[in-house]
């Protein structure tokens, strides 16, 4: 994993853009979801956002505090 330091507040949208542009992707008209799981593809992480159900290996993963608060 390419891990970044793991978000303590919830990234907002401009936020997460400005990542993925860091990392050559062009957000377009990605909803949220589509461009964290994008966003975590090119990090060498599993698409998982919101897929957690509390769980989640993936301890550095910049999304991962925001993503264990959502019930799949």
């Known amino acids: ?14 936020e997460i853009r400005v990542k993925a542009k ?10 949220k979801t589509e461009l964290i799981r994008t966003v975590q593809v090119a990090e060498g992480y599993s698409p998982c956002y919101g897929k ?16 264990l608060k959502i019930r799949s």
Do not use: H, W
């Open 22 to 31: 860091g990392l050559g992707i062009n957000p377009g008209k990605m909803n």
């Open 1 to 14: 994993m390419l891990g970044t330091k793991v978000a303590e507040k919830t990234m907002m949208m401009t």
């Open 52 to 67: 957690s159900n509390g769980q989640c290996p993936y301890t550095d993963c910049c999304f991962r505090t925001e993503c």
